[in-house]
């Protein structure tokens, strides 16, 4: 069985290269990009199982690419997963979940064993 596909974007460098270390580790194959304007036509070409996104990104933002995915019919099912430290407010995660925003993960609180274990539940295992 070949690996899952994980696509990641995040304009923290530092914290891109963290998360793509801890996907790594796991044998996942991984795409990034650093701006959301650059997230579409890599989700097109790359084809993830599952795709990560931070909520602030310059050029288009994260809640605007979980709903170009799900207009989709290839991104339909795919897990979406918003990595974020920003929002905290009911009306954020009511909206998250209208769009279709499988998981938010507070990133100011990373914990590579915990992100694996959740990631893995969304991918099937």
């Known amino acids: 069985m070949s690996a899952k596909k994980i696509l990641l974007a995040e304009d923290n ?27 579409m036509a890599v989700f097109e070409t790359f084809a993830p199982d ?24 290839s991104g339909k099912d795919i897990p979406i997963v918003m990595l974020t430290g920003v929002y905290k407010e009911p009306d954020f995660h009511k909206y998250s979940k209208e769009i279709g925003i499988n998981l938010h993960y507070d990133k100011s609180n990373f914990d590579g064993k915990e992100f694996i274990v959740k990631m893995k539940k969304l991918l099937g295992g």
């Open 50 to 73: 599952l795709v990560i996104l931070d909520g602030l990104l310059p050029g288009k933002d994260g809640f605007e690419l979980a709903k170009e995915i799900r207009a989709l019919q």
């Open 13 to 39: 460098e530092s914290f891109l290269k963290l998360v793509l270390h801890t996907l790594g580790k796991q044998g996942y194959e991984t795409e990034s990009c650093i701006r959301g304007d650059e997230v």
